[in-house]
């Protein structure tokens, strides 16, 4: 895919995601889907973190914290993350990097989809900035995957944001 062509996928699937985030009915916001997973609020908050985090990378601050061995990310990098780019399912069960777990979610919905929304606009243009900058510059950081180019990092952020609008979906039923 061309850089173009995450880019919009990315602005396509993140505007999907918060145009179902903003129909979760109220009495809905704060409940989980099921027994033990997160509630909307929580994903919304889950996926801000992730913003949050490839944005400070981006804008010159540090990176995620590597959490796996050199040869398990080298591993992952060549059995799971073609697929995950590709746009098969992300793994059940999966634990999401320490720094992008929700402690707490925004009771605000529209103030949270509101901060998704800007932050999805943020890394498009926080992306394409790196990317006009030089290679240098152009890496993001996966706790668990390691360095990747900016526009696999943004590739796969938008596969990550349809992974968990499926979960979202399942509170709209």
Same mark, same amino acid.
């Given at each position: 895919m061309t850089w173009e062509e995450v +880019?919009?996928?990315?602005? &396509?699937?993140?505007? %999907?995601?918060?145009a179902s985030a903003e129909r979760i009915p109220a009495d809905r916001w704060l409940t989980p889907r099921a027994e033990g997973k997160w509630t909307p609020a929580e994903i919304v908050e889950h996926l801000n973190l992730v913003y949050d985090a490839l944005l400070? &990378?981006?804008?010159g601050g540090g990176a995620m914290k590597?959490?796996?061995k050199w040869w398990? +990310?080298?591993l992952l990098r060549w059995t799971l993350v073609p697929k995950l780019l590709r746009g098969e399912p992300f793994p059940a069960g999966a634990r999401a990097p320490r720094e992008t777990r929700p402690a707490a979610a925004n009771r605000d919905q529209q103030a949270a989809?509101?901060?998704?929304?800007e932050r999805a606009a943020r890394l498009e243009s926080s992306a394409q900035e790196a990317l006009n900058s030089g290679p240098r510059r152009a890496r993001l950081t996966h706790a668990y995957f390691g360095s990747a180019t900016v526009k696999e990092g943004v590739l796969l952020c938008a596969r990550h944001i349809v992974h968990h609008h499926q979960q979202m979906? &399942? %509170?709209l039923s």
């Open positions: +880019r919009q996928l990315h602005s &396509e699937v993140a505007a %999907s995601l918060a400070r &990378e981006l804008n590597i959490r796996t398990h +990310r080298v989809v509101l901060g998704f929304r979906k &399942e %509170s």
